[in-house]
């Protein structure tokens, strides 16, 4: 895998890839239409953060490039590369339980706090990738 250069895109099988932590300085895109949402990147080597018609959908620190981003509600599904450990947050359903994996490992049970926040830390070699699926109770 390896960074989106473009910052953000649709892929072939509807989902979204962006975020490029190999930037040195921070890099934004804003107005990318996908599924008549209006889509913000903002992505350099510090962070990567997604914004869905100016709401948070996503943030890492440091910054990664996140590959087959898919949502429908119940499930989010990607798969996020980077040069080290990382935090994610991701914004779901306030105060709802979660099923988490990483890595094909069942990592347990997380719930989100009253601002529908869930955070989870992800660790991975140098340009590693990791897929992580977060499935509602």
Request: glycine share 10%; proline share 1%.
């Amino acid at each position: 895998m390896a960074v989106i250069e473009e910052l953000i895109r649709e892929e072939e099988n509807g989902s979204l890839s962006f975020g490029n932590y190999e930037l040195a300085e921070k890099t934004k895109q804003d107005g990318f239409v996908y599924n008549g949402d209006s889509y913000k990147i903002k992505t350099f080597n510090e962070i990567t953060k997604l914004e869905r018609n100016g709401m948070f959908v996503y943030e890492s620190v440091p910054g990664t490039a996140v590959h087959g981003f898919m949502t429908n509600g119940e499930k989010v599904v990607m798969t996020v590369e980077g040069k080290e450990d990382a935090q994610i947050t991701l914004e779901l359903e306030p105060e709802k339980e979660y099923k988490v994996h990483v890595g094909g490992v069942y990592v347990g049970k997380m719930s989100t706090n009253l601002g529908g926040k869930l955070v989870l830390s992800v660790g991975f070699e140098e340009n590693d990738s990791v897929e992580i699926i977060v499935e509602k109770q």
